[in-house]
């Protein structure tokens, strides 16, 4: 499996989310069939609709739209910092791991957020580039806050609002879980470092 994201939206969004996804998936490549109601998981051929550059074999992306569901103290943070309360989310989740997956991913909710709104979840922490002992070592030892200065270094002078949601890790270390919103993620998008959270 490949990464992952979804777009958290307040209420009243619902037709608009139906009627975005019933034009954009049938245009960017076969449709994957399921018998979900809600679901648009499609083989992506041609992202072109959607602001993108990939064109050839399909790439499976899996995308579904619900009620949400989050924690208390997430409610609030996104409250408090994007004047936001989610009531649906718009889930997508690559079939595979490539960069073109994770770029394709990229600007599908790039794509959803500026048509419809929302605030983007990543369901994790992008990931700095870290000095060779801990890279080495691997991201996953480490506590946020020994990452966090390399996070600020990379995301400095960049637009838009990203917030950091910590939450217990486990093993006394401490992580966060990001959200941002649209401008942000255009950015990001072009960014060297971007990737997505798998």
């Not at 609709?49 to 399909?58: P, S, T």
């Not at 957020?113 to 691997?138: C, H, K, Q």
Request: net charge negative; aromatic share 12%.
């Amino acid at each position: 499996m490949g990464p992952l994201v979804r777009l958290l939206l307040p209420s009243g969004k619902t037709e608009e989310v139906l009627q975005t996804a019933n034009t954009i998936f049938p245009r960017m490549g076969q449709k994957i069939e399921s018998n979900q109601v809600d679901r648009w998981d499609c083989w992506v051929e041609d992202d072109s609709l959607i602001g993108g550059k990939y064109l050839g074999e399909g790439r499976p992306i899996y995308s579904s739209f619900s009620q949400v569901e989050l924690e208390q103290e997430e409610m609030l943070v996104l409250q408090k910092h994007f004047g936001i309360t989610p009531k649906r989310e718009w889930h997508c989740d690559a079939g595979c791991n490539q960069l073109e997956d994770h770029l394709i991913l990229g600007q599908l909710i790039t794509y959803l957020i500026d048509t419809v709104g929302g605030v983007v979840d990543f369901y994790g922490a992008l990931i700095p580039s870290l000095p060779e002992d801990m890279g080495r070592r691997g991201f996953w030892h480490y506590d946020w806050s020994d990452i966090e200065p390399y996070f600020e270094e990379m995301i400095r002078g960049m637009p838009g609002k990203i917030v950091s949601v910590p939450y217990d890790a486990g093993e006394g270390r401490t992580w966060v879980s990001h959200y941002a919103e649209v401008e942000f993620m255009k950015a990001w998008l072009k960014h060297p470092r971007f990737h997505m959270v798998k």
